[in-house]
Nanobody
Framework: QVQLVESGGGLVQAGGSLRLSCAAS????????MGWFRQAPGKEREFVAA??????????ADSDSMKGRFTISRDNAKNTVYLQMNSLRPEDTAVYYC????????????????WGQGTQVTVSS
């Protein structure tokens, strides 16, 4: 069993930055690939980024709206995964979720075994 707790969300002006954190319980954190997803009101959950257990592989959403602005990283010694978000835009407003998986696609929500409760990110114009 893995428990995930996100933090770092909040209200920020357009152009600003936030770093989200996701702390995981358990002693096998490095065996899990970790992903970040987001969900805006009235929209489906959307893949943002993922990172393998060893951090050797990373994947980012193809969306032009996110490219080059978000960076995923992890610290296995701290059981934590991060999402650095720069040049934030109002359309980045959403609840951001982290998730953990041991197998399957980085990009499919159904591949993930465990989810956090989410953290709200609101970007004002």
């Amino acid at each position: 069993q893995v428990q995930l707790v996100e933090s770092g969300g909040g209200l920020v002006q357009a152009g600003g930055s936030l770093r989200l954190s996701c702390a995981a319980s358990g002693r096998t954190f490095s065996s899990y690939a970790m992903g970040w997803f987001r969900q805006a009101p009235g929209k489906e959950r959307e893949f943002v980024a993922a990172i393998s257990g060893s951090a050797n592989n990373r994947d980012y959403a193809d969306s032009d709206s996110m490219k080059g602005r978000f960076t995923i990283s992890r610290d296995n010694a701290k059981n934590t995964v991060y999402l650095q978000m720069n040049s934030l835009r109002p359309e980045d407003t959403a609840v951001y979720y982290c998730a953990a998986k041991q197998a399957g696609s980085f990009r499919l929500p159904g591949s993930y075994d465990y989810w956090g409760q989410g953290t709200q990110v609101t970007v004002s114009s």
